[in-house]
């Protein structure tokens, strides 16, 4: 199946970017942004993709953890860092979409380790096999 693209998405969702570019800017308070955009551009000059990511990421983060700070204090505990306060303050400088990868790929990074902790340990070959056919060639010769 082919995929749409990002101007037909935008079509779709919201009728025109001007109305994306408001629903993107929702979510420029201080709960959820890090102000790097630049002040005379602005967001209407950022992709229709780029802008269709946000939008999803910020809706997705939003509903999950409400802001940014709990979405650093989601990252720590899911990293087992929670006391680390240098990286927590690091962690306060990126931007959401960074945080979000980050959360991802450590609850994918702690359930895998969950997993293969619960999978019971293979059995070791044994050395004695080769040792068994050495000896038999022995034998023949």
Known sequence: MAHKSPLTLV????GDKEKLVAAVEKFTSD????ARTN???GLAHV???KLLRLHALFTEV???FGTREKL????????????????RQKLSGWP???LYDAYRSATRRAAAGAKAAKAPAKEAPKAAKPAKKAAAK???A
Request: hydrophobic share 35%.
């Open 11 to 14: 079509k779709e969702k919201f």
């Open 31 to 34: 709960d959820l942004w890090v």
């Open 39 to 41: 002040k005379d551009k």
């Open 47 to 49: 992709s229709n993709a």
């Open 62 to 64: 939003k509903e999950k």
């Open 72 to 87: 650093v204090e989601a990252v720590l505990d899911a990293q087992k860092r929670s006391k680390d306060t240098g990286l």
């Open 96 to 98: 959401v979409p960074r």
């Open 138 to 140: 022995k034998a023949k």
